[in-house]
């Protein structure tokens, strides 16, 4: 209990005193799981609708497929991730290993199943009269997906928040494809990781701390931006 | 979500997004030399040395430097991939095994300390002193619980080479891996008031917060050498071969000996540099 309450202690004095690994990691955090949750939000997006609206050989194994993989572990892709982007690795010449891109990528892969997922169950969804009516009012292919698109928004919404929530936390892909290195990948679940091998434990809850103060606030705006859908 | 008057910016910006992950992509060329990597073990990380000798290297080269921490046995292993232009090690048989295998192509040591073996001191040995051998025997042979890293780090490598010595084998119900670094090993041989193998520097820095202390041995065998191994460069195009040379004469060098001579956590010396 001491070592919580120290813990938050030792949180405010790192946010006041300005200090450099903690603001770096947590701006890491922040910019590499919304850069992967913007990405994946596009394909997410794309694929969802495709296999709710269109018809075409093998799609509910695919959508089985995504939604098996809405469970797949980030140690498992952060271990895949190390031997695709390895120098030796079929993507090396990248050269993404350590580095924040390789997170992205990482995360991009954590991200698009539930995306796709939850956005093909919101469309699908849909009352059947929406599509038709669409459709007998001459709304082209593209204004009809603009169409199921604002009218799933609120579980489009849920999904990229649920992605969001999943990259912005997840420890797996940071330390293996990132390798935690100082000033470079290191994010705020890496560092708490790193803080407790250290025995810096007040620094380790403080840096978790942030890490859900973080996560909490970004939560709070997306869902008050979205707020007026609710209604 | 996505009012239709949004949808044309919404999709300008999707094809920023694209074009700027893709330009991240291959931002960096082949043959980019400005960069090293280094695989170390923890303990130097941990213990903050590295903190105190990078800034003076690229004080003089201005490289762009990667620090990947983990156990000797991982940093070997990046080497052998070709992963990491050079590394700082300290398990010198499975050193000697990697030279001879053509991995690396310069190995020298160039800083030590020791290895303490720690026990809770409820469950202290006979006052008369030992060798680490006979402790580690009178450990398996009295079915004390001992906890090990478990993790092919240096300092794992060396607890099994302790027990070869002792001729005696732990019993598998007192002994328990963590697979995990010293400092969480150490917490958790401190909560289960057992036996663990320690690297000096880890120990000084959590003195203060386990009960564990230092078994009263002596000998030789308790030895901890760092080195320092350039990779072999023929592995593939991306070794820095010429960047791993220099840090191999910084640690090697005057300057470098110093630094470590005087680098000291809590008011104690952690390393003896070797070239003086």
Known sequence: MEMILSGITEAIQLLVSGDALVFDAAWRSIWVSTTAVLIATILGISIGTLLARRRFLGRGLLVTLFRGLMGVPTVLIGLIGYALLARQGPLGTLELLYTPWGIVLGEVILAVPIITSLTHGGIKNLDRRIPETARMLGAGPVQRWKTYLSEARLPIILAILTAFARCFTELGIAMMVGGNLKFKTRTLSTSTTLETARGEFSRAVAMSLILLAIAICITVVIALVSREDES | ?276
């Open chain 2, 1 to 276: 979500m996505l009012p239709i008057r949004y949808s044309k910016q919404i999709r300008h910006w999707a094809i920023c997004l694209a074009s700027v992950f893709l330009l991240g992509c291959d931002s960096s060329t082949q043959t980019d030399q400005s960069k090293l990597r280094i695989a170390t073990t923890t303990s130097t990380r941990d213990s903050g040395l590295l903190d105190v000798l990078l800034p003076e290297f690229t004080k003089t080269y201005n490289y762009d430097l990667s620090v990947i921490a983990v156990g000797t046995g991982a940093a070997l292993k990046l080497g052998q991939q070709g992963e990491v232009d050079v590394l700082i090690v300290h398990a010198p048989n499975a050193e000697a095994a990697f030279m001879k295998d053509k991995h690396g192509s310069q190995h020298s040591p160039f800083m030590k300390n020791s290895f303490v073996l720690l026990g809770h001191p409820d469950m202290a040995m006979n006052p008369q002193k030992l060798t680490v051998t006979q402790a580690m025997a009178k450990i398996a042979d009295n079915r004390l619980r001992f906890v090990s890293r478990g993790d092919d780090s240096g300092t794992h490598k060396k607890e099994l080479e302790l027990w070869g010595l002792s001729a005696s084998q732990p019993q598998t119900e007192a002994y328990t891996e963590t697979g995990q670094g010293m400092g969480n090993t150490l917490m958790i041989a401190n909560e289960l008031k057992a036996f663990t193998l320690c690297d000096a520097g880890t120990y000084l820095q959590f003195k203060n917060k386990i009960d564990l202390r230092p078994v009263n041995t002596e000998g030789a065998e308790l030895e901890n050498r760092y080195s320092v191994i350039t990779v072999q460069p023929e592995k593939n195009n991306y070794i820095n071969q010429k960047a791993a040379r220099e840090f191999y004469d910084f640690l090697n060098s005057k300057r470098a000996a110093a630094l470590i001579r005087d680098f000291q956590v809590n008011g104690q010396t952690l390393f003896t540099p070797l070239n003086q």
